[in-house]
């Protein structure tokens, strides 16, 4: 039982996370953990799921919440498949705020997903208005440790469905008056942290919709075999999603790669609507006519920086600034040169896979000058020459907030009198992350 205590703690949220720098968990064994939501009748009504790799000897701790919302996702509906993951109730997923305003919370089949946000995250209107928009896709959000924020909570629950409560944090007045309160406001409330029957009892007493804690259930450990995803095919398959080319040409890249067939089908599977009969997916035509050609360009992005190594945990996560970069990169390339759709592919090609290198801990000369991409990509990305490559630069330099030199924008296709400026740059890049 030893080994499985320590799994089990590997996988809790990163506020109970306390093991020793030497212990290592199994990552083609564990992939993931699930720990169950309760109604009033003790039947299962969602799984929240968790990701903790064990701690990396010799690096220092860093903030990497993206990196692991991005893997849990990976494993639970390509590796694992999210219908045996979440066993046909709702999951639950932590986020961090940068990962709620990208474009992977596309991946994930909305009717069935609750986006759980710490409240420990500052309030802002960008922030309310990206959970608003999701909601109006079918997302639910709930917010969590509440018990860390002392302010007011008016501004921030008009955007939310659900409401956590950690139990073990909370006085008993204190537990009845916030239960009142935000079931007047609407919300579910979720007791958190419930550890004894006693617990429950007093959750019950006060009025809370659903229970979860280690009174039912310690996270559980959720085993599979985790395939190593060849990188150069799903460099062919960005590049194939990007030119829309034929289903025939992708479904021959996909055949030469079985672990990322098995990939699409369960993703395929998780893009049916929940509540209808569910077909059967009878080939790979079938699997990208239910996921699309935007959907499978995320995924594939998802698989190339979010299924990283252990060593890709020295790094902070990434995924969030390329994919704000790639967005700004077309949309500045369309600006400059509407008519050259071409141009607005690489672009934005070329800015995603611009810190391809980062996650698989090598430079980008070594990574970058081995993947099967063009002489002007790759000329961009490694020293920043070309139209592609004074994108980037213009991306970088907005990223950190430096001028942007003259030179770069016009070498784009931009006329002197149509030149942005720097707060138009800026105004252009905030735009396209939110």
Same mark, same amino acid.
């Given at each position: 039982?030893?080994?499985?205590?320590?799994?089990?703690?590997?996988?809790?949220?990163?506020?109970?996370?306390?093991?020793?720098?030497?212990?290592?968990?199994?990552?083609?064994?564990?992939?993931?953990?699930?720990?169950?939501?309760?109604?009033?009748?003790?039947?299962?009504?969602?799984?929240?799921?968790?990701?903790?790799?064990?701690?990396?000897?010799?690096?220092?701790?860093?903030?990497?919440?993206?990196?692991?919302?991005?893997?849990?996702?990976?494993?639970?509906?390509?590796?694992?498949?999210?219908?045996?993951?979440?066993?046909?109730?709702?999951?639950?997923?932590?986020?961090?705020?940068?990962?709620?305003?990208?474009?992977?919370?596309?991946?994930?089949?909305?009717?069935?997903?609750?986006?759980?946000?710490?409240?420990?995250?500052?309030?802002?209107?960008?922030?309310?208005?990206?959970?608003?928009?999701?909601?109006?896709?079918?997302?639910?959000?709930?917010?969590?440790?509440?018990?860390?924020?002392?302010?007011?909570?008016?501004?921030?629950?008009?955007?939310?469905?659900?409401?956590?409560?950690?139990?073990?944090?909370?006085?008993?007045?204190?537990?009845?008056?916030?239960?009142?309160?935000?079931?007047?406001?609407?919300?579910?409330?979720?007791?958190?942290?419930?550890?004894?029957?006693?617990?429950?009892?007093?959750?019950?007493?006060?009025?809370?919709?659903?229970?979860?804690?280690?009174?039912?259930?310690?996270?559980?450990?959720?085993?599979?075999?985790?395939?190593?995803?060849?990188?150069?095919?799903?460099?062919?398959?960005?590049?194939?999603?990007?030119?829309?080319?034929?289903?025939?040409?992708?479904?021959?890249?996909?055949?030469?790669?079985?672990?990322?067939?098995?990939?699409?089908?369960?993703?395929?599977?998780?893009?049916?609507?929940?509540? &209808?009969? !569910?077909?059967? %997916?009878?080939?790979?035509?079938? =699997?990208?006519? @239910?996921? +699309?050609?935007?959907? $499978?360009?995320?995924?594939?992005?998802?698989?190339?920086?979010?299924?990283?190594?252990?060593?890709?945990?020295?790094?902070?996560?990434?995924?969030?600034?390329?994919?704000?970069?790639?967005?700004?990169?077309?949309?500045?390339?369309?600006?400059?040169?509407?008519?050259?759709?071409?141009?607005?592919?690489?672009?934005?090609?070329?800015?995603?896979?611009?810190?391809?290198?980062?996650?698989?801990?090598?430079?980008?000369?070594?990574? &970058?000058? !081995?993947?099967? %991409?063009?002489?002007?990509?790759? =000329?961009?990305? @490694?020293? +920043?020459?070309?139209? $592609?490559?004074?994108?980037?630069?213009?991306?970088?330099?907005?990223?950190?907030?430096?001028?942007?030199?003259?030179?770069?924008?016009?070498?784009?296709?931009?006329?002197?009198?149509?030149?942005?400026?720097?707060?138009?740059?800026?105004?252009?890049?905030?735009?396209?992350?939110?």
């Amino acid at each position: 039982m030893a080994k499985l205590d320590l799994t089990i703690k590997d996988c809790t949220k990163e506020g109970d996370l306390d093991v020793s720098p030497d212990v290592q968990v199994s990552e083609p064994d564990v992939l993931l953990a699930r720990q169950p939501i309760m109604n009033q009748h003790g039947v299962r009504v969602g799984h929240e799921l968790l990701f903790r790799p064990a701690p990396i000897v010799g690096f220092p701790v860093a903030e990497k919440g993206f990196l692991w919302t991005a893997s849990v996702i990976q494993r639970a509906l390509g590796t694992v498949g999210l219908e045996e993951v979440l066993d046909g109730v709702d999951g639950y997923f932590n986020c961090t705020e940068a990962f709620l305003e990208s474009d992977l919370t596309e991946v994930l089949p909305a009717e069935r997903t609750v986006l759980e946000l710490s409240a420990a995250i500052a309030p802002s209107g960008e922030l309310g208005r990206r959970c608003d928009t999701l909601r109006t896709k079918g997302f639910r959000i709930a917010l969590s440790d509440l018990h860390l924020r002392k302010q007011d909570w008016s501004g921030v629950l008009r955007h939310v469905d659900i409401v956590k409560l950690d139990w073990r944090a909370l006085g008993s007045d204190e537990r009845r008056r916030l239960v009142d309160e935000f079931q007047r406001a609407g919300k579910i409330v979720i007791a958190e942290k419930v550890e004894t029957r006693l617990s429950l009892d007093e959750a019950r007493a006060a009025g809370c919709d659903h229970f979860q804690g280690y009174y039912f259930m310690h996270p559980e450990p959720v085993r599979g075999r985790q395939l190593a995803m060849p990188t150069a095919v799903l460099i062919r398959l960005l590049q194939l999603a990007m030119r829309d080319c034929r289903i025939d040409e992708i479904e021959k890249e996909l055949r030469a790669s079985p672990a990322l067939t098995v990939q699409l089908l369960r993703l395929a599977n998780a893009a049916q609507q929940p509540r &209808v009969q !569910r077909e059967n %997916i009878t080939s790979i035509k079938h =699997a990208m006519s @239910l996921v +699309g050609l935007r959907q $499978l360009t995320r995924w594939c992005c998802l698989l190339l920086y979010g299924g990283a190594t252990p060593a890709a945990m020295a790094h902070d996560p990434l995924i969030q600034m390329v994919l704000s970069r790639a967005r700004f990169a077309e949309r500045l390339a369309f600006d400059a040169d509407p008519a050259d759709g071409q141009f607005l592919q690489h672009a934005y090609l070329t800015a995603l896979l611009s810190l391809v290198h980062v996650p698989h801990g090598v430079p980008a000369t070594d990574f &970058v000058g !081995r993947l099967p %991409i063009s002489a002007s990509m790759r =000329a961009a990305i @490694l020293h +920043g020459e070309g139209r $592609l490559g004074a994108l980037l630069c213009i991306a970088q330099s907005v990223e950190s907030a430096e001028s942007t030199p003259a030179e770069r924008l016009a070498e784009i296709g931009y006329l002197p009198d149509r030149r942005p400026d720097w707060h138009t740059l800026k105004s252009m890049f905030y735009r396209t992350s939110a």
